[in-house]
């Protein structure tokens, strides 16, 4: 395993649609695994294989929460429901948050690093990354997604210093 670079926001590549993965073999896994050094190592909680400059349909999360590391390949959100605000930060755009709009629920369909085909319904939180990391396989920034009529900012901003406070608290 090896930690990779993390392209910023001002890289073309982020804007281009992700190939479907085909090959479930040991270059994806490799990628897999460097993807997850690599967002462990810039303190992150997903990461899109696009984000390392691999136009894969392939993204990693893990929110530190003791479900260990959740691999998407090829994910596809087939249902949403519900809306949410969230603030939003992403690992290729450092130091940047705003208030995001997401679903609240989504169904989404994948492949694991075998081939294996899943369908999970997430809500809250693990929504908001899955369809962040979603997003970067479709040449979606987090920018694009921005709330037009922000709520109390100082009090997202509690929330999301909250957060950040138990995971690390949960890192120990």
């Known amino acids: 395993m090896a930690t990779r670079n993390v392209v910023k926001k001002e890289d073309p590549i982020l804007r281009k649609q992700s190939r479907v993965v085909t090959k479930f073999d040991e270059r994806l896994w490799e990628l897999l695994d460097d993807m997850?050094?690599?967002?462990y190592a810039d303190e992150g909680?997903?990461?899109?294989?696009?984000?390392?400059?691999?136009?894969?349909?392939?993204?990693?999360?893990?929110?530190?929460?003791?479900?260990?590391?959740t691999e998407l390949i090829n994910p596809v959100i087939t249902k949403e429901e519900g809306i949410q605000y969230e603030i939003e930060g992403c690992l290729s755009i450092p130091g940047e948050y705003y208030e995001t709009i997401r679903p609240e629920k989504i169904t989404v369909e994948y492949d694991d690093r075998y081939g294996e085909h899943h369908v999970e319904e997430v809500e809250g939180f693990?929504?908001?990354?899955?369809?962040?990391?979603?997003?970067?396989?479709?040449?979606?920034?987090f920018l694009d997604r921005l709330n037009p009529e922000p709520h109390d900012r100082e009090e997202l901003e509690e929330r999301a210093r909250i957060r950040r406070a138990e995971k690390n608290n949960e890192r120990g």
Not at 128 to 134: G, L, N, Q, R, T
Request: negative net charge.
């Open 45 to 69: 909680v997903g990461l899109a294989a696009v984000q390392v400059a691999s136009l894969k349909r392939a993204v990693v999360i893990d929110l530190q929460d003791g479900d260990g590391v």
């Open 126 to 141: 693990r929504a908001v990354c899955y369809c962040h990391e979603i997003d970067h396989t479709n040449g979606i920034l």
């Open 36 to 39: 997850v050094e690599t967002m």
